[in-house]
């Protein structure tokens, strides 16, 4: 499996991923999921993925490809942001559609799933979920994260916390602590962690980090927020029966 997601915030973006993909309990492997495009220099562009593997690189071996054409949609050609995720949208269809005969005989499913997020030159930053089928929806004010693959675990901090003025050095905490929380639930998300930071306007990555098992930040994460959580369970309000009791 997979977890993937991205925060919207007034400060920026922030992206994250696992590393891990299996294919039953006795074949697991570590493949990158996180992707960055720069093909000018008023717009960077950040693509996460999910599902299917192997239609997940060859959509972004294609979105690659499309870069070198004159005379194709690409992501250097587009004026929007929205219009980069239709694009990709197209491109996952197209794969999808490609091997689809293939798939539907040796009953595997092909789909795959796209985070799009980043920024052109004088519009704002954005966030879209791109469908196996093609369609996509962006991150709001009310729900400034999307996450792809095994997001179960990791929602629920995420929907107590996260909001567009967080600090986007807060919700980079936020997107490890989410991660983390995957991770301890679902043995098919796990390590490296990458994690990118893009701040408003700047059209590059301000930090981009890697984290491995042994990664002493990733381990500090994990226990410091087990501790609080314990901590905060200790505090909870005591029942009727139990005051009277005392």
Known sequence: MTYCLALQLDEGLVFASDSRTTAGVDFVSTYRKLF???PTPDRFIVILTSGNLATSQEAVDRIR????????????????????????????????????????????????TF???GQIA????????????????????ETPFLQLGEFKYGKPVL???ATENLSIDDAARLALVSI?????????????????????DELKLARHLILDEQSALLKA????????MREAFRHLPRFDWETDAR
């Open 159 to 161: 929907s107590r916390i």
């Open 180 to 200: 983390d929380a995957t991770m301890k639930s679902n043995l098919s998300v796990g390590p490296p962690v990458e994690l990118a930071i893009y701040r408003r």
């Open 36 to 38: 960055q495009f720069q």
């Open 221 to 228: 994460v994990e226990q410091r927020w087990d501790h609080g």
């Open 65 to 112: 490809r499309d870069l070198d054409a004159t005379d194709a949609t690409s992501l250097r050609t587009v004026k929007y942001l929205f219009e980069a995720a239709q694009y990709v949208g197209r491109v996952l269809v197209a794969v999808q559609a490609d091997h689809a005969a293939a798939l539907r005989e040796s009953g595997a499913d092909g789909k795959a």
């Open 122 to 141: 004088g519009r704002p930053p954005g966030l879209f979920l791109v469908y196996p089928e093609g369609n996509y929806i962006a991150a709001s004010p």
């Open 115 to 117: 985070i799009v997020g």
